[in-house]
């Protein structure tokens, strides 16, 4: 489990505690540091705490460090699902900021239906600012460059996105802008939801449904591991 930010450790917590059954799921907190620097870290736990290849469940930035690490590692891998992914491309993106920018704070809770997050999970949550630019701003260099999503042709593995119908990064154009490279990508888009839908009342059984039946696919054995 990835969580997002970048810097936001402890922020996916809940949304592991939700699909952990049947699954093992580890959440390895994030520091600053480059993507690459990202990279070599989610290496470094999976080779500590996996005894062998795992799922990757990312959320926000976290789904976007996913296929990240699975474009660096695609044989290292046994399925990426992706949860309120972030944007890769520079359209897309001026959608998010433009709906970040009109949305009040009154309006996203009506719209998404939030429950406030217990004492002990708010407390666990502490953003970073410094590790947001440091790791965010790489992003948008390798972006820039080219470098992704170019590089996620590489990902053989299924590739499953899981965005809410209101969540103000724009799923459909995120999903248009990775088909290219991610042929097996499947879209599934979730009704009255926002960017947090394990919090929301009115998607997270329908979510937690959804994402427990994905990944019981490779607890089984039965999930493709290739095109």
Known sequence: MLHGGPGAP????????????PARVLEPWQRATSVSGHVEDVRSFIDAQCDAAPVLVGHSWGAMLALVFAAA?????????????GTFDLQSRAVFELALGTESDAMVDRIYNVDPLPEDARDATVFDEHAHEHSWNDMLRLQGDGTYPASFSAIA?????????ADP????????????????????????????????RDARDDFVRQAREWLARFASGSGPREK
């Open 169 to 200: 990064h724009p799923g459909r154009m995120i999903r248009d802008s990775l088909l290219p490279f991610l042929p097996q990508l499947e879209y599934r888009e979730l009704d009255r939801c926002g960017h947090y839908p394990w919090r929301e």
């Open 157 to 165: 593995v299924p590739v499953l996105m899981l965005h809410g119908a």
């Open 10 to 21: 402890g922020s996916a917590g809940a949304l592991a505690d939700l699909i952990a059954d």
């Open 73 to 85: 590692h695609p044989r290292d891998v046994l399925g990426v699902c992706l949860v309120g992914s």
